[in-house]
């Protein structure tokens, strides 16, 4: 079962693809770590995806179409993945459908978590990260055990430049100019399934659990 993510940056996409990784057993690939270790090692990739990524634009298509095909041809995707941060445009959709179709696949199911963007805004307003380890926390929604410490590495829990509030509106108004079509997109492959993500984990996990099933 292979699935994309789709939504604006701090919808949700993170937790409800680890929740559906969870529950069907299928690698959660989400660019935005990779880009992320990347960075934190200093190669030259990272570098100038972070260049992109701390202005809240989009990394360009070449760096990231080969490192996601090179991921998905792993051995932990042969039962299916769960896609988180790509594709981000009409470019990278096109490079993933030429990608799978030479493996004889295809994207199952196409998730679009939906929420406006003032509720993203203060959602994201709210998000740490740890410096150490990366693992993802909310000052309301997902807090750590103590304040400012990972539950995981004991690291620092610092908000990453790009959850800043003039950040996110910049990566909204990126967000709605370029990867939105790909809503459209997916709604013509006939893949497209919509969720609205303000209604809750609990109730969201629920939802997605009815549209994917047991497949």
């Known amino acids: 079962m292979n699935i994309i993510m789709l939504g604006a940056p701090g919808a949700g996409k ?13 690698p959660h690939i989400a660019t935005g770590y990779i880009f992320r270790e990347n960075i934190k090692n200093n190669t030259d990739l990272g570098q100038k995806a972070k260049s992109y990524m701390d202005q809240g634009l989009l990394v360009p298509d070449e760096l990231v179409v080969s490192l996601v095909a090179d991921r998905l041809a792993a051995d932990d995707c042969k039962k299916g993945f769960i896609l988180d941060g790509f594709p981000r445009t009409l470019v990278q959709a096109e490079a993933l459908k030429e990608t799978l179709e030479k493996a004889g696949a295809v994207i199952d199911y196409a998730i679009n978590i939906e929420a406006p963007d ?15 380890c990366g693992a993802s926390y909310h000052l309301v929604n997902v807090p750590p055990k103590k304040e400012g410490i990972c539950d995981v590495c004991g690291g620092e829990l610092i908000q990453r430049e790009d959850d800043a509030p003039e950040t996110v509106a910049k ?4 967000y709605h100019s370029e990867t939105q079509p790909l809503i ?22 629920k939802v997605l659990s009815e549209m994917v099933g047991d497949a």
């Open 118 to 132: 003032q509720f993203i805004v203060d959602r994201m307003a709210g998000r740490r990260v740890c410096k150490g």
């Open 184 to 205: 459209d997109y997916y709604e013509k492959e006939k893949v497209l399934k919509s969720v609205d993500g303000t209604i809750g984990r609990d109730n969201v996990f």
């Open 14 to 26: 993170g937790t409800f693809s680890a929740f559906l990784e969870e529950k069907y057993n299928i």
């Open 171 to 174: 990566r909204l108004e990126v």
